[in-house]
C-alpha cells in the first residue's frame, strides 16, 4: 500500500526566503506527482504535475523535482511572499488508477 | 468555467440524521471523485465514478455511506444515519480522461470548496 509523508508538518519562514517541502512516497512505481495547494476553508488547487519520465517542473517561483528511485520530491519556492501561506499537499495515483493517495501536507506561514 | 461546485457549504447536523452532499463537477469532466479530510487520516478517497459508474468504492467507510451519479453533471454522497465521527470536510473532484482509451494521467484532479460536515 503507498504511503506519502510529508515533512515538515508546519513551517515558519520570514518573507523574501527561499525554501524546500519535502515529499516521500514508499512505491516508486508512480505515473506521476503532484503538488496542490489548499487555502483555509478552500479546496486543493494543482501547482505542479511531474510525469515519471521527467525530473522537475517550474512554474514561476515553484520547482518541483521527482526522484522515483528514491521515493522523493521536493517543492522549492524562491522568494517567498506572504500570498504563499497555505497548505502544500503532494500526491501520487495508484499503478493503473486515478486513485491519489496524499501525505497530509505542510503548513507553510510566510511572515512579513 | 464556474469549477467544481458543492453544495452545501456547510452542514451541522444531529446524530442520527440523513446527510446529503451534493456536486456538480465541470462540464466535460467523466471522472469524478468524492475525498473525505480530517485531521487525523488526512485526504482520503471514498469512491470514484467514470462516465457515472462507480469505478472503486473500496475508500467507503461503510454501510452508512453511499453515493450516486444519477448523470454527468451531478452526484451525491449520502451519509445515513450520521454519526459524530463522520465530521469532515469532504470534497468533491473531477478530471477529463484524456483522448486516449487508457487514463493518461497527464490530467490533474479540479477541486470544489468543499462541504464542512459537523455532526452533534
Known amino acids: 500500500k503507498q504511503e506519502v509523508t510529508q515533512i515538515p508538518a508546519a513551517l515558519s519562514v520570514p518573507e523574501g526566503e527561499n525554501l524546500v517541502l519535502n515529499c516521500s512516497f514508499t512505491?516508486?512505481?508512480?505515473?506521476?506527482l503532484q503538488w496542490f495547494r489548499q487555502d483555509p476553508g478552500k479546496g486543493l488547487t494543482s501547482l505542479l504535475l511531474?510525469?515519471?519520465?521527467?525530473r522537475e517542473q517550474t512554474s514561476g517561483r515553484l520547482n518541483a523535482s521527482l526522484d522515483k528511485s528514491s521515493g522523493r520530491s521536493t517543492l522549492y519556492i524562491a522568494a517567498s511572499q506572504p500570498g504563499d501561506s497555505a497548505t502544500y499537499l503532494c500526491a501520487v495515483p495508484g499503478a493503473g488508477s486515478y486513485q491519489l493517495t496524499f501525505g497530509k501536507g505542510t503548513k507553510l506561514s510566510v511572515i512579513p | 468555467d464556474a469549477g467544481v461546485i458543492q453544495s452545501p457549504r456547510h452542514e451541522v447536523t444531529e446524530m442520527g440524521q440523513e446527510v446529503t452532499l451534493r456536486c456538480k463537477p465541470i462540464s466535460g469532466h467523466d471522472y469524478l471523485f468524492w475525498y473525505r479530510q480530517t485531521m487525523m487520516r488526512g485526504l482520503e478517497l471514498l469512491i470514484y465514478?467514470?462516465?457515472?459508474?462507480?469505478?472503486?468504492d473500496s475508500g467507503m467507510p461503510e454501510d452508512r455511506f453511499s453515493a450516486k451519479m444519477p448523470n454527468a453533471s451531478f452526484s451525491t454522497l449520502k451519509i445515513q444515519p450520521s454519526e459524530p465521527r463522520d465530521s469532515a470536510v469532504y470534497f468533491c473532484?473531477?478530471?477529463?480522461?484524456?483522448?486516449?482509451?487508457?487514463?493518461?494521467?497527464?490530467?490533474?484532479?479540479?477541486f470544489g470548496p468543499g462541504t464542512r460536515l459537523t455532526v452533534l
Open positions: 511531474i510525469q515519471s519520465s521527467q
Open positions: 465514478f467514470n462516465n457515472n459508474v462507480p469505478i472503486d
Open positions: 473532484a473531477s478530471t477529463p480522461s484524456g483522448s486516449s482509451p487508457k487514463p493518461t494521467f497527464t490530467d490533474t484532479q479540479y
Open positions: 512505491d516508486s512505481a508512480i505515473y506521476n
